[in-house]
């Protein structure tokens, strides 16, 4: 029993749920599209969000295989330097989940390996190894290899409907913009950070909270939008401003688990800004469950 928590430790259970999220609003946007009751084929939607659930949790795996000598000495409470779970058997499911979630998203589409969905799982599981193996360590590219991720997943959830892709896919660098400034922030974590890396992740904050905003204007639906802007917004900037005011490692961390879980809020009010507000509070539904995982299992 112990290996098996040792197990769900490594894929980040509170995360995890934040990817499904990214998945469901971009099913919502591609919902708002077509406005086509077929897009609710949710057998369809199981399987992404199983392909997602795999392949956030095969990369997480895996970056705790490949950090595993520097976790020994700033993190030995983790599950593969305390001994719970040995590197290779580690090594072993990483790979497997993010096969699983590649053929996952392969069963979606008729075309299979060759649909959208496939293709997109597929970049997904090369930037989580990417990051995993070389990027993480690098100040510009780690955090864009990492929004480039998240971006990705929303386009996962938008390929329900492959047709949506072209004309919303550049909404996917919204997550990007978003991600890349957490993960700025998380560089601060463990021996503390710089102020001028928090002020430079406000602003990116602010960007997003702006660009969700103007497609909220755009739909006609600002009203639905900002309600849930304003709580993404109550969730983000308190633990960063205290991280400003001191950024000592443990508010740093505070902050970094805040933007983490106010990912679910962020995709709420992505399904509210395209007017799919029952999507929205089906999302907003989630972000219970990870404060709970989050108590039970670390974020980051």
Same mark, same amino acid.
């Given at each position: 029993m112990d290996k098996v928590i040792g197990f769900l430790r490594l894929m980040r259970p509170a995360n995890i749920i934040t990817a499904v999220a990214d998945v469901l609003a971009g099913v919502a946007?591609?919902?708002y599209v077509v406005d086509d009751g077929n897009v609710y084929q949710w057998q369809?939607?199981?399987?992404?969000?199983?392909?997602?659930?795999?392949?956030?949790?095969?990369?997480?795996?895996?970056?705790?295989?490949?950090?595993a000598e520097l976790d020994s000495k700033e993190r030995p409470e983790r599950p593969i330097p305390s001994g719970l779970? @040995?590197?290779?058997?580690?090594?072993? +499911?990483?790979? =497997?989940?993010?096969?699983?979630? !590649? &053929? #996952?998203?392969?069963?979606v589409h008729i075309t299979g390996w060759f649909s959208s969905s496939a293709m997109i799982s597929i970049a997904i599981a090369i930037c989580a190894v990417v990051y995993d193996k070389w990027m993480k360590h690098s100040r510009f590219l780690g955090p864009l290899n990492m929004g480039i991720c998240r971006g990705l997943n929303l386009l996962l959830g938008m390929s329900i409907l492959p @047709?949506?892709?072209?004309?919303?896919? +550049?909404?996917? =660098?919204?997550?990007?913009?978003? !991600? &890349? #400034?957490?993960?700025?922030?998380?560089?601060?974590?463990?021996?503390?950070?710089?102020?001028?890396?928090?002020?430079?992740?406000?602003?990116?904050?602010?960007?997003?909270?702006?660009?969700?905003?103007?497609?909220?204007?755009?739909?006609?639906?600002?009203?639905?939008?900002?309600?849930?802007?304003?709580?993404?917004?109550?969730?983000?900037?308190?633990?960063?401003?205290?991280?400003?005011?001191?950024?000592?490692a443990p508010l740093i961390g505070k902050a970094v688990k805040a933007?983490?879980?106010?990912?679910?809020?962020?995709?709420?009010?992505?399904?509210?800004?395209?007017?799919?507000?029952?999507?929205?509070?089906l999302i907003l539904l989630l972000l219970p469950v990870s404060l709970l995982m989050a108590k039970l299992f670390a974020v980051t």
């Open positions: 946007i591609a919902v369809s939607v199981g399987l992404l969000l199983v392909s997602t659930i795999c392949l956030y949790g095969g990369g997480v795996v895996l970056n705790d295989v490949f950090d779970v @040995s590197k290779n058997a580690a090594a072993l +499911f990483g790979l =497997i989940l993010l096969l699983a979630g !590649i &053929a #996952a998203a392969a069963s @047709s949506v892709l072209p004309q919303y896919g +550049f909404l996917a =660098i919204v997550p990007v913009i978003y !991600i &890349a #400034a957490v993960t700025m922030v998380s560089r601060g974590e463990v021996h503390g950070g710089k102020k001028s890396t928090l002020y430079s992740a406000a602003l990116l904050y602010a960007i997003v909270i702006a660009s969700i905003l103007t497609i909220g204007i755009v739909n006609n639906y600002i009203v639905y939008t900002a309600i849930f802007v304003v709580l993404f917004g109550a969730m983000i900037f308190p633990p960063l401003r205290k991280a400003m005011r001191n950024p000592a933007g983490v879980i106010a990912l679910i809020v962020m995709n709420a009010a992505w399904a509210a800004a395209f007017g799919a507000i029952y999507f929205a509070l």
